[in-house]
C-alpha cells in the first residue's frame, strides 16, 4: 500500500491530483491528531500512517 501512495505522489504535481488519483484507487487522505493517514473510502478504515515527509 505505501509503495502505491509513494508512487502516485511522484507522479502528481500537485498534493490535490495526488488525493485525486488515490481516490481512483478507493483510498483517501486523512488529517488526524496523530498525523495523516491512508484510509478506505468505502468503509473509513485507517489504513496506515504517512512518512513525516508526506505531511506538507
Same mark, same amino acid.
Given at each position: 500500500?505505501?509503495? *502505491? +501512495? @509513494?508512487?502516485?505522489?511522484?507522479?502528481?504535481?500537485?498534493?490535490?491530483?495526488?488525493?485525486?488519483?488515490?481516490? /481512483?484507487? /478507493?483510498?483517501?487522505?486523512?488529517? #488526524?491528531?496523530? /498525523?495523516? +493517514? +491512508? #484510509?478506505?473510502? *468505502?468503509? /473509513?478504515?485507517? *489504513?496506515?500512517?504517512?512518512?513525516?515527509? @508526506? +505531511?506538507?
Amino acid at each position: 500500500m505505501m509503495d *502505491l +501512495v @509513494l508512487r502516485e505522489r511522484r507522479m502528481a504535481v500537485s498534493e490535490r491530483e495526488w488525493k485525486h488519483r488515490l481516490r /481512483g484507487y /478507493g483510498y483517501a487522505i486523512r488529517d #488526524t491528531d496523530e /498525523g495523516r +493517514v +491512508v #484510509t478506505s473510502i *468505502l468503509r /473509513g478504515d485507517a *489504513l496506515c500512517g504517512l512518512p513525516a515527509q @508526506l +505531511v506538507a
